[in-house]
């Protein structure tokens, strides 16, 4: 078997990846919060950790890998989300039709984003047993203490809190902008439940009605869908503290093992056009908007598009997400649709293409090697599907089904400009429905001339 090789946070170096079980590999990675649309950040992992379990199926069998991505959907940005957008509803039901709406365009985003998906996608509500369990073995073993309703994980009690991300005690604390709160006896120590009124979702407890911290929710989910212990746990670098590092603490205490996962892989950031995303800035895109609407460049732009120009990039690099770098990818895109058009593509990675992702995941190396493929359309496809790139026979069907004839169309407004001239409405209004009728629509401009554009 080909030796894969990745970047692991936990160890600092690129280490054989060798799973717990031979023939079966875990994988988790942390899911979305589900309260508002994805942004184009949040596709990276959704791409990245797609490819990598991709590559995983391959080496060890489709249904050796199990792949889970978990759901947030009990947090208090949704609670805030859902008394905003429904206030007619009770807050239960306005959290359900806040979490079901942003859920499903989730997985829409993905699917047209070309990920598989995975072979989990637990939902945090429905594993509050797990997460209580968690929490009383936590408080049995002495690593966790429940005060005023709360119960918080003593950090000081794990003497190597901070593995993870590096960082010891005394800087996380100097660091932190840590709310002092009465009930908290150090000042890192984390929530793992903590009460809820009466309008808040809440669930029976030993420690009174409440909800979980959002750290608590991985601990039990991937220990329902993974066990104690599994081999790769995924997300983005922002991730590492103090989220990972807060799961670690938690399974590890729980479970008395050296690990939660062996290999811990965290893609790089996404910025656009060279600056923070963020909505003060107007530059917060999201997938919804890039696949369905021309905020980005006036324009929108094919699932499979923005899938290579995510690609392009090691996933570990910053990213710079721009309209030249999306034309770019779309070049690129069209001539091997065009190059491929018609095969029936038999997934499957060409060896070298398995080298250059066994090599933690060096997509970049993996392109390079499809453009090489350029005199074997038929090895391009297979290796295009088996990327992820579907759909793309149809898009050539598509954009020549709908390509306009401009030599045609303007002969068309020339005739219909003489037919006004010679006062002849009957056919100047003839010439303008029947190319109405073709998607094209005409504007008569203060000038004398005419232009047109297609109305999709
Ligand atoms: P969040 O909803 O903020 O928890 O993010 C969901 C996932 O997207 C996590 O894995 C984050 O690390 C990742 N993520 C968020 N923002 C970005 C970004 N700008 N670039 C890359 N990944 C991101
Ligand atoms: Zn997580």
Redesign the pocket.
């Known amino acids: 078997m080909t030796v894969l090789r990745f970047y692991n946070t936990l160890t600092k170096s690129k280490d054989d990846f060798v799973p717990l079980n031979p023939t079966r590999v875990r994988l988790y990675?942390?899911?979305?919060?589900v309260y508002d649309y994805?942004?184009i950040?949040?596709a990276?992992?959704v791409i990245v950790f797609d490819v990598l379990f991709r590559l995983l199926r391959q080496l060890y069998g489709e249904g050796q890998v199990t792949y889970v991505r978990n759901i947030t959907d009990v947090d208090d940005k949704i609670n805030a989300r859902a008394a905003r957008d429904y206030p007619d509803l009770p807050l239960n039901e306005a959290i359900r039709a806040v979490t079901k709406v942003t859920e499903a365009q989730y997985r829409a985003d993905a699917d047209a984003l070309g990920c598989l998906r995975p072979t989990v996608e637990p939902r945090a509500t429905e594993h509050i047993a797990e997460m209580i369990a968690i929490i009383e073995r936590l408080i049995a073993t002495g690593h966790a203490y429940a005060a005023e309703g709360h119960v918080l994980f003593d950090v000081p009690s794990m003497q190597e809190y901070g593995r993870l991300s590096r960082r010891s005690l005394d800087d996380m604390i100097a660091g932190a902008r840590v709310d002092v709160a009465p009930y908290k006896k150090g000042e890192m120590d984390f929530v793992l439940w903590k009460p809820s009124s009466e309008q808040e979702p809440g669930w029976e407890s030993p420690w009174g009605r409440g909800r979980p911290g959002w750290h608590i929710e991985c601990s039990a989910m991937s220990w329902k869908h993974l066990g104690e212990v599994f081999d790769i746990h995924a997300?983005?670098?922002?991730?590492v503290f103090p989220h990972h590092e807060n799961e670690i603490a938690q399974s590890r205490c729980a479970f008395g093992h050296d690990v939660m996962a062996n290999v811990w892989m965290h893609?790089?950031?996404?910025?656009v056009e060279g600056e923070k995303?963020s909505k003060s800035l107007g530059n917060f895109v999201t997938i919804n908007e890039l696949l369905r609407t021309d905020v980005f460049g006036g324009r929108s732009w094919p699932g499979t598009v923005l899938r290579l120009a995510m690609l392009r990039t090691h996933y570990r690099q910053p990213i710079d997400w721009t309209v030249a770098a999306l034309e770019e990818a779309e070049n690129t895109l069209w001539a091997w649709a065009k190059l491929t058009h018609k095969l029936v593509p038999q997934p499957q990675l060409a060896p070298e293409v398995v080298a250059a992702l066994g090599d933690d995941l060096n997509t970049h190396g993996a392109i390079m090697h499809l453009h090489a493929m350029k005199s074997d359309p038929q090895r391009l496809a297979d290796n295009l599907a088996a990327l992820g790139f579907e759909g793309l026979s149809a898009w050539v069907d598509e954009v020549e089904k709908t390509a306009v004839d401009v030599a045609w169309i303007e002969e068309q407004i020339a005739a219909r400009l003489a037919a006004r001239a010679a006062k002849n409405w009957a056919e100047s209004d003839r010439i303008r429905d029947d190319l109405a009728g073709k998607g094209i629509a005409l504007k008569d401009n203060k000038d004398g001339t005419t232009s047109w554009e297609v109305k999709r």
């Open positions: 990675c942390c899911g979305p919060t994805a942004h950040g949040n990276r992992p997300g983005g670098i922002d991730l893609n790089g950031f996404l910025q995303m």
